[in-house]
């Protein structure tokens, strides 16, 4: 059985970011405001939900400084009976 997918996350382009917050109010599952108002991730990987919102918070951004990146996830093959891996 092989496993594979990909993973998002949630990047940001702290130069182009001018702190307006709209982003946290709309993904609060995965942005907070530091004391400046500028966005902190604190998600890695995205769920479904997480991605859900992160969309959103993307969508609406002002100034365009959020963007998610997608990576595929290798593929694991299934290993026969018995086989170690060396350690």
Do not use: Q
């Not at 599952?29 to 604190?42: A, M, Q, S, Y």
């Not at 993307?58 to 060396?86: Q, S």
């Amino acid at each position: 059985m092989k496993k594979h997918g990909s993973t998002a996350r949630l990047r940001i382009d702290a130069a182009a970011c001018d702190g307006i917050g709209v982003c946290a109010h709309l993904a609060s599952e995965v942005l907070e405001l530091d004391r400046w108002g500028f966005p902190i991730i604190t998600a890695r990987d995205l769920s479904r939900g997480e991605l859900s919102a992160a969309t959103r918070a993307v969508r609406a951004c002002p100034r365009k400084a959020l963007w998610i990146e997608t990576a595929e996830v290798p593929a694991v093959a299934e290993r026969a009976p018995g086989v170690t891996t060396p350690s």
